[in-house]
Each structure stands twice: as structure tokens, then as C-alpha cells.
């Protein structure tokens, strides 16, 4: 059966982490309670689930694939048509570094930022109840659960002192 | 049917001989399409001369001398101007010349910072003759377009005439008398009057500029002989030996690493 | 953070945003001017490239002019946005909050500026894909990976896009704002941008993990950019001047002068223009003049170095140089004004807190430290090629042409536009960082006084 | 003591808060080291080996021909380029008001006194540095002005202002040390017994803590460390470039002597983190010396290592594309021929492995990553020292008037005298801070008192958070 989201908006962040307690009594299970703000509040301060991420692994895939291509490319295009310059070897080590180098950073970073809208689950389709409100400073308390049980999600998250509250 | 040999060419300037005549820039104007050096060109400081005539006095009067000095692209061993050359536009080729890629090159201009002896040039302007001149241009070498880098090639074109009809159809030796019997000498060399420059091939015994080089390499490069190389210090290994005018008076920049 | 006001989300949406929601009077004549010079710049290229670069002021053996100068001097300012907003980040200096963006946003565009100089200095641009890129199949004759001038493209293509991919997660969230906050056209455009930002705790959780992470990555970069830039000279051994070791850590110090001086003097432009007195305060202005204070003593001491060494093998070729440098007309006065413009001047201007935070006098610091280090970059490649070798016969001088001239202002109008442009679609100050701040926001109480303090999170 | 919510994203103990009693208790606690008599028997004995190695080697060789005592150079060097920046890097954390630097500042301070030793070392060196004006006839390569950074040979150069530029860096140094710890004496006076007493009383009798005395103690620091700021490279730039870099006739290297300063800063930052990891295990001051510290620093670590190699290859690369016999034959000396292997060690220590190790968060957040590093960058600098000063001392006596060095020398082994004075001049060194550990307070208290306002816990909505409150 479908997933309904019902968001409830507070003024304090103190009243939202109460909401949030609240919500939790009710039976839902704190993987379905996001609190939306519009900065970052510092980790726990609404006493929510911890957030497991594991970004640290792209930046060394992507390093190492940039790394690899970097050989490849400063190797391969010298090896191509060997002319000597300057009586340097064909395959001179110190510039070719340089180039690795490059390759590695770019590779690690570019991964990294494929990583970042991996990990935060963007692009995203924005299905669940959302209120504009929110960036203007309010916070969100969105409760996901399954249709039928929005009502009683809803009622608690006004009596915990909602200013607003929406179903979607 | 002769064994091929590697060639590795080189030259001799015999600085006693000079008389500082621009013969050979002439000649070389003329053989390899040159620009013509317009007075704005010069003013400019843009002139085109594969092959300057360098010119400093020594002393203070009466007795002043005259010093001159006939500087062309040294075809370094390990020339400063290849390895900067984003595009390859200019590599060693394997007769020991430093060639210069017209068509691939894109005009960074870095291979001309990078040249000791300042002897690329660069195409400002898009080069022009007069109607009168269009039809003393050489067939044999490309006429270059603005925006490109172009040296002495030691005149190339004729090396490989001579290759082709010495080598190929004569199946003779290629040597410098071969070479200056069929006027295959580069247009300097040919044109200098009094012989004071001499090209051949560093690696063939016959060949008289080899035993200069032979003198050099013998003795590491602090050779007591006349034989020396400009800028040498620098590490270029440069294919042109200069042959030192032996008189009380001391060629300026030889000691100016001192 | 005493000055500091907390402010309500809302009134700090207004504030920041007003340079996207409202028209300043201002802002479309200072548009058209731009504009103008850029256009007519961009005519005098079309006409050098049309004539060959015969109508600039090069010659023998003066091959790079103003056309590299300027390169060098725009991507030394590229060198300031990573500088703070990297640096800062990791060292979770609270007084980078309205810095960052605005630094980064001009690097991405004086990188932008720096790139067609090179491709325009060019004898043949048309041709200069097969420099870049290793696509050339055809002849089977790639890049020159043994060139220089082959490590810049690497290296700056890979800064630019770090650096867009950079400012462009830490848009996302403003993005959303902007969604949330902006009507018709507006709206599809920065919902598609935003694309369906929550602002949920594992959101904000990778945000500021991707910040740190990022600028961690970044800072590399940002140091091999202006090495490998500096390597085009260094490598260069014919060159005696240039042909020196400590010229990589050189620029790269100086370029973070010059950088951060910039980034200070947008800042007050800013602050003055869109009324952001509460954002951009006295106290980033003069903490950001404290932190100048010891980037230019550093910089000073690798220049100090680079003379030193210049004469130190007493190589007649290199007196030469310096003599030039320092003795010969115009070169001298160039040097004197240099060295003044900026170190001496701009030190003695931040030496007292009173007039670090007056932003009349840091504006002219700042303007001081970058015509110095325009000139800077002048002085170190000109003379070098004036008398390269101990050949004296050629010897030349180099005059630039009034055609140079303008390109060169082109480059700076051309970055001014581009930042007006900006400013006009996205926020230059991270509103979310701001607002973060004052959540972070507390106060000690010490006995009768109350101390300025931050919650931290480890 | 407070304990932090043990989130995943809050490490235990990263920051301590002593509280009261606990500060009650530091006075007497930090002027009584604990015990150290091993310690002291080993590092005396160290030194009389020195001692032993240094006559030996004097009475075999004399002190005229510097060319038999590059591993003593080496070991000067080592301990000048390890000691002399530590006060300096105390000075600069307190500029910047970093608050986890506290614990730290007076072991660092401490070093100071180890300025004297370098000192002394450095006397015999001084003997020892060629003439610079050429005493035979000019031949035919060489100069009649050896290659130095005195272009001319001016008065009293370069002995007279070397040694007046040594001198003056103890000097400054051991005035911060006796400044920042005078308020530190006088609250320890009555822990104190015997001498120990009779000196605090002598040193530190004079203070009341009044504010214009905190004002100026703090304003005489910051002055002095500027100043020893100013000096500092400048000192370092007379060594290495005197004792190293002109010895190797032609090598012309812009970078060197920043190298050999920001090896200056990473050694001597490593060396105090080591020092502070001792105290934090087993000297009992986990109550004051939490995490922090090594995690702030170890990013500086970090970050010093990779600058360490970047410097290096721009070094390398510049001297690869040049063309000159001198630059090959250099860069086949120290690097690729006859140093190879010093040079790899040398990499290894100074960049590879503590990079290696400083990469991970979590080593990082440990207390034990930074100073493990640390180890290896002494190693490194130790084995960069070698290369470049014995190398230098090596390069061929009778070539130094030369324009350049035409011929690459052997690398050079250590004699049993050479590994006596290496050993005996890091024992000397290691000796003589241990001294100053017994004189001095080794903690700083007033910074940790004052450290203990700034710094606690908030609670903010449901977390508890760090508070870091900074006086502007």
C-alpha cells in the first residue's frame, strides 16, 4: 500500500525535537522522521538517527581510475610516434608526473562530487510533503508511514505545536 | 650498392677565414624563401636571417679588431627548443638535425624563448614578395604563413636531392666532395668566397669537418685545439664548431662564465 | 563575533538575496560599460588574428609580452577563492562564512580570463585544439607530454572543474531557496538546479562533509596550478633569469597575495553595493588583512631568495639581468614601484587594527598589492628575454602596442562582467553558511564580561 | 570531568576539561618530573661517547680540513633544524589564539635551551668553513671568489655574522621560555625545595600577576617571536647555504634553503608531538593533554610532508630540464647515483610514510597517528641531513673553487668516530632538554587555567557541544 509523508512545521527547534520524541511514542520507527531546516543545525541537535555515509571511498576509486588514465595517456601518446626532443628518454618519468598527478586529483574529485549527489540521494523527485516555508526558517518534521496512519501522525505533530502541518 | 651510412650532420666555421661579407645570409635569403627585410621589418626588430653575421669590435682605437661571428640554427644534440614544443612541431630527426614542422606548429613561440642562440624566427606578418620576386621563389622549399616558427634547416631540401640523386641513383658514397661536386652544399656554404664554412657528415671518416669533431669529443669539450663550440656550457651539444681566431685578443663570452 | 547580529532566516534570505529579487540603479549601466570594452577587446582579437601578431609590440627576442604577464596575473587571482574557502574551511575559521563564495566564484571567472590569453597569444589559435587535447589520430602525433605547456592545460582544465563542481554543490542548497523563494520561469529553472533539495539531516550531514572533503582535494590542485604555470619559465633553461628552482613555491605564494588582496576588495564592493554591512563586516575585512600580513612577509622571503640567487653564481649573463632589473631605465622605476606597491606600502596600511578595519584604506592596500604584482609578473619575464644570453648583438627592447593595451583592460572588464552577471542569478555569499553561524553563535560569561563563543562539533 | 556525548562524531576524550582540583593540583605536579634518572645515565653516556668520537676524530684529522667531519655537520644540523624552530612554533599557535595548542607551548618552549647546545656545536664548524677569497693562484676553471652567498667577500664574513646570527637565536628563545614560564614559577614556588626554590625565587620573585605584568609578559612574547620570526630563516639560510650548498662548487638551488626551513618546522613540530604524546601516556597528564591537540597539529603535519615533496620536485624537475653538466652531475650526486639510497630513506621518512599514515581520519583523530608520523619525519630529516651535508662536506675539497664540479663524487660511510659523534651529539641534545624538563614547569599552567575558561560544554537543543569562547 502506498506511503503517505505528513510534514509539520515548528517555530522552535526545541518544539520539533519534542514533536519528534512524540512521533517516535506513536509507533514509527526513527528511520521515517527527517527534520528539514534550511542550514545545517549541528549533528543530534534534534536527537535524530545517526546518518552513515561513506563518501571517504570515492575520492580513492576515483583516484586511482584517474591515476591509471594518467599512465595511459602520458605513456601511450609518447609511445604512439617516439620523436626525440632534447635527447629526452621517450618515456620520461618526471614529466609524466606531473600529468598522473593531474589525472589522480581530477579523477578523485570529480568522483567525489558523483559521490556527494549519490550519497544525498539527488537528483530526487520531490514526492513527499515540502513547505516553501521551510528556507525561511521554520522547521520541518517530515514522518513518512504508511496510508491510513497519517491522520494520528498529524494530530500529534499539531498538538506538539505545529504551526502548519501538510499531507502528501 | 653502397651500405648506407647514418648520416650526422654537422659544420665547421672557420672564424679566421671570415670576412664578415653576408654572403651567405644572402644566399641563404635567397634559397629558402625568405621574407624580403623590408626597413620597417628591421625596425620592427622582426628581420628574418637564418644566418647572421654577428659583429662586435674588440679593443679601444687605434687598434680596434673587428670580430666576426656567423651564427646559424646549431642543430643542438640535446636542443633546449625540442621538449617545450607543446605539438612536436619540432623534434631531432635521425641525421642529427633539429627539423622544424611547419604545418603542425601552432605558434607558442615557447621553442624561440627556449633557443640559446636566437636563431628561430617568427612569422609576424603574412609574408609577402613583390610581383618581380614571385617567380624567383624555390619550388623545392615551402612558403611559410604568419603565425608559425621556422629556423635553418641546413638546407634540407638539398640534402635530399643529394640523397636521392647521389645515394639512390648513382649509388655513390654521399660525402661533402660528392655533395660539392653536384652543388648539394648547403646555399652558405656554397656561397661563402672564402671557404669559411665547411659542411659535411660527423660520422663519415672521409669527411673533413669530422676530424674536428673527432678533436672535440677526444678531449671532453676543453680541447687546446681552435675547435670550440658557442654557448657550449649550456649543455646544448651543438653540431657547429667554431674555429677560434688565435691572436692575443680573447673571444668575449669564452670566459664570461668565469 | 561580537558585531555580529543574529539575525531571523527570513531577513537574511531578503538581505542576500536582493541582488537576485531587485535591480540596483546601478547595475545596468555598469553592465553596458563592460560590455562595451569587452567588445571592442574582442574586435582588436578578431583583427590580430585576422593580421597575425604582427600589430602587438613583440619582437626578437621579446616573445611573450603582455598577453603572458596578464595570464600569469589572472591566474594568480584564480588563486584566491581556494585559498579561503579551502584553507578556512579546514581550519573552521568562523570569519569565512561570507567569504567563500564570493573568492571562488572569482576564481572560476579569472580562471576563465586567464585561459584565452594563452590561445590568443598564439601565432595560429585556430589550430591550438591538437596543444590541448590528445585527440589528434589522424596523424598519430599527440601533445608533447615533455612540454609545459602541455602540464597547464591539464592542470587548469582540472582546477576549473574542481573548482565549478566546488561552488556548484555548495549552490545547491541556495538553489533551493531561490525555488522556494522565486515565482514563473524563475521557479522551473532553479527547481531543475535545486533538484529536489530537502534539507534533510543526511543532506546537510554530506554538505559539510563534501565541503571539507573537497577543499581537502582541492588545495593540491590549487598548488600544482601555479607551480606548473611558474614551470613554463622555469623549465625554460636558455632563459637564465628564468631558469631558477624556487620559482614554483614563488608564485604560488604570490598569487595568494594577490588573490585574497582581490578577493578583499570584491568583498567591499559588495558589501558597499547590495548594503551587506551586516554580513561583510569590519572584523572578516581585518581578519583577512592579518592573514595578508603573513602571506606577504612569505612572499617576500621567496623573492628575496630569487634575487639573492639570481646574482649569487656571479654569472655575467645573469648580472646582466639584474642590472637591468634594478639600474636600467624603465626598468627601474617598474622595480621600485613593484616592491613598493606590494609589499612596503600595503604592510605599513595593515600595520594598525584601527586601519585594517577602515575599508577606504584596505580598498587601496588591496588595489596597491595588485598593480604590484601586475608588475611583478612584468618584470620577472621581460627582462629575462631582453638579454637572454651573453650574446649582446641581440639584445632588444620590447614597447607594447596600444593593441595589447586594451586586450589586457578587456580582461579585467571581462571578469567584472562576468561577476555583475552573476551576482544577478545565483547568491554570492552562502546563505546557509551564514545562517549556521548564528546558530552556532553563543557567549562565555567570565566574571563581569561576556566573551564571543562558538558551539563546535569536535 | 566532563564527558562528551559519545556520538560517533564526538571522540572521547578529544577534549579534556580539568576541573578545579585538578588544576589546584598542576603547579606541584609539573615541577616534579618523574623518573627520569635512566633516562639522564643514557643520554650522559650518549654524550660522553660524543665527547670521545668528537676528540678522536679532532686528533686524528685537526679541525683545519673540513672534509673528515660532515657526519658531525649532519648531526649539528639534525639537532639545529629540530630544536631551533620549536619556540617559535609555541609563538606562532599562540599568535592565532589556536586553543588546543596549551598543553604544548612549554614543551615546545622548552627546546629553547637546546639553542645553547647548538651553539657550542657550532663552534668547531665555524673553524672549519673555507676561506671564500681563493688562496692559490686561479686556475683554469676556477674562481678567485668561491661561489657563496657573500658576493664579495665582505668584513668579518662569513664567521663574525654566522656566529653573531647563532648566538642571537638562544638568546631570543630562551627569553620566551623564561617569560611564559615566570607566572608558572611563581605559583610554584612553595612546591619547590632546595636550588630549584632559591632559582624560581630568583627568576619569578617579582611577579604579582597584576594586569599591566600579564600585559606586558604577553606583549614582550609576541614582540620577541616576532623578532625570532625575522631571524629565524635567516639563520637557517647562513647554514645551509654556507655549510652546504656552497661547498658543492656550481650548485646554484633558490629552493634549498626553503627547504631546509620548512623541514625546520615540520621536525621540530613532530619532535614536540612525540614529547606531548610521553607526557599524555605515561608522564599522568591525560587529565590535561586530550586529543586535540593531535589532531589539530597533525593536520599541519600533513600538510608540511606534502610540501616537503613539492618543494623537492620542483627542485628535481627544474634541475632535470636543465641541460648544464652541473645539474646533472648534482642531481646524479644527491639523488639518482651516489645518494640514491640516503635519498629514498630520506623520502620514505619525510613524506611517503607519514603521509601514508596522516591520510586516515581516524589515525588522525587518535592520539597515537601524529606522533607516529613523527618518528618517521625525524628519521627522514636525519637521513636528509646526511645526504645533503655529508654529500656537501664530501664533494671534493680541491673542486670548491671551481665554476662547478666536474666530476660526481662517491658517497662517503660512517667511521665508528663518526656513528660516536652522531649518537653523542643527539644525546647531548636529548640530555639537556631533559635538564630543562627537571627546571622548568613542563606544563603551562596559566594557559590550561586560562584554557579551562574558554573552554567547556554547551548544550544546544538536544547535543551536548565543545565551546570555544575567544577573546577578541
Known amino acids: 500500500m502506498a506511503i503517505k509523508t505528513v510534514l509539520g512545521l515548528f517555530q522552535d527547534a526545541n518544539q520539533a525535537a519534542d514533536a519528534g520524541d512524540a512521533v517516535k511514542e506513536t509507533g514509527v520507527s526513527e528511520n521515517d522522521i527527517d527534520f528539514l531546516t534550511d542550514c545545517p543545525y549541528p549533528e543530534g541537535a534534534f536527537g535524530e538517527r545517526e546518518e552513515h555515509i561513506k563518501l571517504f571511498l570515492f575520492p580513492f576509486i576515483g583516484g586511482l581510475l584517474g591515476f591509471v588514465g594518467g599512465i595511459m595517456v602520458t605513456s601511450m601518446t609518447q609511445m604512439a610516434y617516439p620523436l626525440i626532443t632534447g635527447g629526452k628518454p621517450i618515456l620520461s618519468l618526471p614529466p609524466m608526473a606531473v600529468v598522473m598527478y593531474e589525472g589522480t586529483m581530477l579523477g578523485a574529485i570529480l568522483f567525489t562530487v558523483l559521490g556527494v549527489l549519490f550519497e544525498s540521494r539527488l537528483p530526487h523527485k520531490m514526492t513527499e510533503a515540502y513547505d516553501e516555508r521551510v528556507s525561511q526558517g521554520l522547521i520541518g518534521v517530515l514522518v513518512s508511514t504508511e496510508e491510513g496512519k497519517e491522520q494520528e501522525i498529524n494530530d500529534v505533530l499539531s498538538k506538539s505545536g505545529a504551526v502548519d502541518t501538510k499531507i502528501a | 650498392m653502397v651500405v648506407k651510412i647514418e648520416h650526422k650532420w654537422g659544420m665547421v666555421v672557420d672564424l679566421d677565414k671570415c670576412t664578415g661579407c653576408q654572403g651567405c645570409v644572402v644566399a641563404c635569403q635567397a634559397e629558402n624563401n625568405l621574407p624580403i627585410n623590408t626597413k620597417d621589418l628591421f625596425m620592427q626588430k622582426r628581420a628574418f636571417e637564418w644566418i647572421r653575421i654577428e659583429r662586435y669590435w674588440e679593443g679601444d682605437f687605434p687598434n680596434v679588431k673587428a670580430r666576426y661571428l656567423p651564427v646559424m640554427c646549431q642543430h643542438c644534440g640535446n636542443a633546449p627548443c625540442e621538449p617545450v614544443c607543446p605539438v612536436y612541431a619540432t623534434y631531432h630527426n635521425d641525421q642529427g638535425l633539429n627539423v622544424q614542422v611547419y604545418n603542425r606548429c601552432v605558434g607558442t613561440r615557447y621553442c624561440i624563448n627556449n633557443c640559446t642562440y636566437q636563431v628561430r624566427f617568427f612569422n609576424f606578418w603574412e609574408p609577402t614578395w613583390p610581383e618581380r620576386l614571385q617567380n624567383q621563389l624555390n619550388p623545392d622549399v615551402t612558403v611559410r604563413t604568419r603565425g608559425i616558427t621556422e629556423k635553418c634547416t641546413f638546407c634540407v631540401q638539398r640534402i635530399r636531392r643529394a640523397e636521392i640523386t647521389v645515394e639512390r641513383r648513382e649509388r655513390t658514397k654521399l660525402n661533402d666532395k660528392t655533395m660539392a661536386a653536384r652543388n648539394f652544399m648547403p646555399a652558405c656554404v656554397q656561397a661563402c668566397p672564402t671557404n669559411a664554412l665547411m659542411f659535411g657528415d660527423q660520422n663519415n671518416k672521409e669527411d673533413k669537418i669530422h676530424g674536428y669533431f673527432e678533436e672535440l669529443h677526444g678531449h671532453d669539450g676543453h680541447s687546446d685545439s681552435r675547435g670550440y663550440r658557442i654557448l657550449e656550457e649550456i649543455g646544448t651539444d651543438p653540431s657547429v664548431i667554431y674555429l677560434k681566431k688565435v691572436d692575443q685578443f680573447k673571444m668575449e663570452h669564452s670566459e664570461s662564465h668565469g | 563575533m561580537q558585531e555580529g547580529r543574529i539575525l531571523p532566516p527570513e531577513q537574511i534570505n531578503k538581505d542576500l538575496l536582493n541582488s537576485i529579487m531587485s535591480t540596483p540603479k546601478w547595475y545596468w549601466p555598469a553592465v553596458g560599460i563592460c560590455s562595451f570594452i569587452v567588445l571592442i577587446a574582442a574586435t582588436v582579437v578578431a583583427y590580430m588574428i585576422n593580421k597575425g601578431l604582427g600589430i602587438t609590440g613583440l619582437n626578437r627576442p621579446v616573445m611573450w609580452g603582455f598577453f603572458i604577464t596578464n595570464f600569469v596575473f589572472w591566474i594568480g587571482i584564480s588563486h584566491a577563492g581556494v585559498m579561503l574557502s579551502a584553507i578556512l574551511r579546514l581550519a573552521k575559521a568562523e570569519w569565512r562564512r561570507p567569504a567563500s563564495r564570493a573568492a571562488e566564484v572569482l576564481t572560476i571567472f579569472s580562471l576563465m580570463t586567464a585561459m584565452t590569453m594563452p590561445i590568443i597569444h598564439t601565432g595560429r589559435p585556430w589550430r591550438s585544439l591538437y596543444w590541448f587535447f590528445p585527440y589528434d589520430f589522424a596523424r598519430g602525433i599527440f601533445p608533447n607530454i615533455r612540454s609545459p605547456l602541455v602540464w597547464d592545460p591539464s592542470a587548469i582544465l582540472t582546477y576549473l572543474t574542481s573548482s565549478v563542481l566546488f561552488v556548484f554543490i555548495a549552490l545547491i542548497p541556495d538553489f533551493a531557496i531561490l525555488r522556494d523563494n522565486t515565482t514563473g520561469l524563475k521557479k522551473i529553472i532553479y527547481t531543475k538546479l535545486a533538484m529536489g533539495w530537502q534539507g534533510n539531516a543526511r543532506q546537510w550531514k554530506l554538505q559539510i562533509v563534501a565541503g571539507i572533503l573537497l577543499s581537502a582535494l582541492i588545495l593540491p590542485v590549487f598548488v600544482s596550478v601555479h607551480s606548473i604555470v611558474s614551470w613554463d619559465f622555469g623549465m625554460a633553461v636558455s632563459v637564465k633569469a628564468w631558469h631558477s628552482t624556487v620559482f614554483a613555491p614563488y608564485f604560488v605564494v604570490g598569487a595568494v597575495h594577490s588573490g585574497v588582496s582581490a578577493v578583499i576588495f570584491v568583498l567591499i564592493l559588495l558589501r558597499q553595493a547590495y548594503g551587506w554591512h551586516d554580513y561583510i563586516r569590519r572584523e572578516h575585512v581585518e581578519a583577512l588583512c592579518r592573514l595578508l600580513i603573513v602571506v606577504s612577509t612569505g612572499w617576500f622571503y621567496y623573492f628575496v631568495m630569487e634575487i639573492i640567487f639570481g646574482i649569487y653564481g656571479r654569472e655575467a649573463d645573469e648580472v646582466a639581468i639584474r642590472t637591468l632589473q634594478f639600474t636600467i631605465y624603465p626598468w627601474n622605476y617598474i622595480m621600485i614601484i613593484f616592491i613598493v606597491t606590494t609589499y612596503f606600502l600595503p604592510i605599513f596600511l595593515w600595520s594598525r587594527k584601527v586601519w585594517r578595519r577602515n575599508l577606504l584604506i584596505v580598498s587601496i592596500a588591496c588595489i596597491s598589492v595588485n598593480i604590484g604584482m601586475w608588475l611583478e609578473r612584468y618584470i620577472l619575464f621581460i627582462p629575462g628575454q631582453i638579454n637572454k644570453q651573453v650574446f649582446t648583438f641581440t639584445w632588444a627592447n620590447y614597447t607594447p602596442s596600444l593593441f595589447e593595451g586594451i586586450i589586457v583592460l578587456g580582461t579585467f572588464a571581462l571578469v567584472t562582467l562576468l561577476l555583475l552577471l552573476f551576482s544577478k542569478v545565483m547568491p554570492l555569499i552562502p546563505l546557509y553558511d551564514i545562517k549556521e553561524g548564528d546558530i552556532l553563535k553563543t557567549e562565555v560569561q567570565i566574571g563581569r564580561r561576556t566573551v564571543p563563543a562558538t558551539f563546535r562539533e569536535d | ?472
Open chain 4, 1 to 472: 570531568m566532563a564527558e562528551l556525548k559519545t556520538l560517533n562524531h564526538h571522540y572521547k576524550d578529544m577534549w579534556v576539561f580539568p576541573d578545579a582540583e585538578d588544576l589546584a593540583g598542576l603547579p606541584a605536579k609539573a615541577t616534579s618530573l618523574g623518573k627520569t634518572r635512566l633516562l639522564l645515565w643514557v643520554t650522559l653516556i650518549l654524550t660522553v661517547l660524543g665527547v670521545v668520537g668528537f676528540v678522536m676524530r679532532a686528533s686524528a684529522d685537526g679541525l683545519s680540513n673540513y672534509e673528515p667531519w660532515g657526519y658531525y655537520m649532519a648531526a649539528f644540523s639534525f639537532v639545529f633544524m629540530v630544536t631551533a624552530p620549536a619556540p617559535l612554533v609555541s609563538v606562532a599557535f599562540r599568535l592565532i589564539r589556536s586553543h588546543w595548542r596549551r598543553p604544548l607551548t612549554r614543551i615546545a618552549e622548552i627546546f629553547a635551551l637546546v639553542g645553547i647546545v647548538n651553539f657550542v656545536l657550532y663552534i668547531p664548524l665555524m673553524l672549519m668553513i673555507p676561506e671564500i677569497a681563493n688562496p692559490n693562484e686561479i686556475g683554469h676553471h676556477s674562481l678567485d671568489i668561491r661561489r657563496t652567498l657573500w658576493i664579495q667577500v665582505p668584513w668579518g664574513a662569513p664567521h663574525f655574522w654566522e656566529t653573531a646570527a647563532m648566538f642571537s637565536l638562544p638568546l631570543m628563545s630562551c627569553l620566551i621560555l623564561l617569560l611564559s614560564s615566570t607566572p608558572d614559577m611563581s605559583a610554584s614556588i612553595q612546591y619547590v625545595t632546595g636550588a630549584k626554590k632559591k632559582l624560581y625565587i630568583f627568576l619569578a620573585g617579582y611577579w604579582k600577576g597584576s594586569k599591566r605584568q600579564w600585559l606586558v609578559m604577553q606583549a614582550a612574547i609576541g614582540a620577541l617571536g616576532g623578532l625570532y620570526f625575522l631571524t629565524l630563516p635567516f639563520v637557517q639560510f647562513l647554514i645551509s647555504t654556507d655549510l652546504g650548498m656552497s661547498l658543492i662548487a656550481g650548485w646554484k638551488d633558490s629552493i634549498f634553503p626553503a627547504i631546509y626551513t620548512l623541514m625546520g618546522f615540520q621536525t621540530s613540530l613532530a619532535a614536540i608531538l612525540i614529547v606531548l604524546y610521553v607526557f599524555r601516556k605515561w608522564g599522568g597528564y591525560e587529565r590535561f593533554i586530550g586529543a586535540s591537540p593531535f589532531w589539530s597539529a597533525s593536520k599541519i603535519l600533513l600538510g608540511l610532508s606534502l610540501l616537503w615533496i613539492y618543494h623537492m620536485f620542483a627542485f628535481f624537475i627544474t634541475f632535470w630540464y636543465g641541460r648544464m653538466e652541473v645539474e646533472q652531475n648534482i642531481l646524479n650526486y644527491l639523488f639518482v647515483d651516489s645518494w640514491f639510497w640516503i635519498f629514498i630513506l630520506n623520502a620514505l621518512g619525510s613524506w611517503l610514510i607519514p603521509f601514508g599514515i596522516l591520510v586516515w581520519n581516524p589515525v588522525r583523530r587518535a592520539d597515537w597517528g601524529a606522533p607516529l608520523a613523527g618518528v618517521f619525519v625525524l628519521f627522514g630529516a636525519l637521513m636528509f641531513n646526511v645526504r645533503t651535508f655529508v654529500g656537501a662536506f664530501n664533494a671534493g675539497r680541491e673542486q670548491i673553487y671551481d665554476i662547478s664540479i666536474t666530476v660526481v663524487p662517491p658517497a662517503v660511510a660512517p667511521d665508528i668516530w663518526d656513528l660516536f659523534m652522531l649518537i653523542g651529539v643527539i644525546g647531548l641534545a636529548g640530555l639537556v632538554y631533559l635538564i630543562g624538563l627537571k627546571i622548568f614547569p613542563v606544563m603551562n599552567i596559566w594557559e590550561i587555567k586560562e584554557g579551562a575558561m574558554y573552554q567547556k560544554m554547551g548544550r544546544l537543543f538536544r547535543g551536548n557541544y565543545l565551546v570555544l569562547a575567544k577573546p577578541e
